[in-house]
Structures are given as C-alpha cells and as structure tokens.
C-alpha cells in the first residue's frame, strides 16, 4: 500500500482506494497490539497504550510546506513518545527500504529539556556507561544529532566534560530495520528486545 501511495499521492486515488488503506492500517494496529503486549513485560506503562490511538495520522499538514502532497508514505506510531512530550517513550516507524525503531525523548519543553541536561552534567560517568554498554552499543552507535545547538546551553561551563551531549535539543536513539526484519515471524519479539535495551 505504502509503495503505491507513493506513487499515487493524491486525493483522488486515495479516495478510490481508502478500503486498501483500512486495510494496511489494521494489518499496522494488529501488529502493534503484539509489540506492546511484548513491551508491556519489561515497561508496564506502555501496556497501557491503545494500539490504534498510538498511529499517527496519515493526513500531512501542508500549511507551512513546499511539499503539498496530502498523504505520509510511512505509518508511525509512537508508545509513549511524542513531540513536546514531558516523558520518554518509544517509536515504531513503517516505510519501505526506511524503517525504524527510535526511542527516548523528542523536543522537550524547555523546563524538562533544562532538568535532563543538569543530570547529564552531573552524572555525565553513568550516562557515558549506559551508551557504551555492550548490549545498547549491539543496537545503537550513539544519540541521534540531528538537532544541536552551536554552543554550550546557558547556565552550563563552556569546557563541560559532557559538553556535546549538553547542546542536543533531543535525547534519542534509532535503529534501522530492513523490510525483512519486518515481516519476519518473530519481528514483535525481536523488536522488544531492543526497546528493552533502550529502557
């Protein structure tokens, strides 16, 4: 579905084919109700998300976009995790030849993003012992960099030991999976695993 949607982003072909989409969506809700049924093992916080509340629409906002293509060529769905969010969570992302899984922080308010950064300051050892555990490192190389600021955040010393980690405005880490690894048997299993090494 996803493939051809991208071939066919727009509202007429959408319309003609919106039983496809229902359809792909539920095989998406089928699987995550799986995956936080596994989850729900080591982080009982998430078994309390709803599989289909947890999908992110597939309607683009276009508003302040050059794209103007109506439809995500991806389903998302985030357990725990979303922008502005003042807790860590998890993300499932679905598109062909770009699948992901991603977990931690994204965009915090400034009150939390100022908190996280004083215990990575203070606790800088421990923080670095998590990133450079076997298990992690088997799954992740590193915090996600995408969005940093150029200088060390006021409030904080020029020459702080975690200086780099201090200038992220996200704290999370993503692990590319390939289609197979989606559609093998056990991919809710597998993929619990390395939400497990995140927690």
């Known amino acids: 579905f996803l493939r051809t949607l991208e071939k066919n982003n727009n509202r007429d072909w959408f319309n003609e084919n919106k039983t496809i989409y229902q ?24 078994g309390k998300v709803e599989a289909k509340k947890s999908l992110f629409r597939i309607y683009r906002d276009t508003r302040f976009s050059k794209d103007k293509s109506p439809y995500k060529t991806n389903f998302g769905a985030s357990l725990g995790m979303g922008k502005g969010s003042q807790k860590a969570g998890y993300y499932l992302h679905i598109e062909p030849g770009k699948s992901f899984l991603g977990g931690g922080i994204y965009m915090p308010e400034s009150s939390a993003l100022k ?6 300051s203070a606790f800088g050892d421990e923080f670095k012992a998590i990133l450079e555990q076997d298990e992690f490192r088997n799954y992740f190389r ?44 056990n991919a809710t299993e597998n993929f619990a695993k390395i939400y497990k090494s995140i927690k």
């Open 23 to 46: 359809e792909a969506q539920q095989d998406v809700v089928s699987f995550v109700e799986k995956l936080i049924e596994e989850m729900a093992t080591f982080d009982e916080e998430v």
């Open 142 to 185: 590193g915090l996600s960099v995408e969005d940093k600021l150029k200088k060390v955040p006021q409030g904080f010393e020029k020459d702080d030991a975690m200086a780099e980690y201090l200038k992220l405005k996200s704290f999370v880490v993503i692990h590319p999976i390939s289609d197979l690894d989606l559609t093998d048997e």
């Open 115 to 120: 908190a996280i950064r004083k215990e990575i």
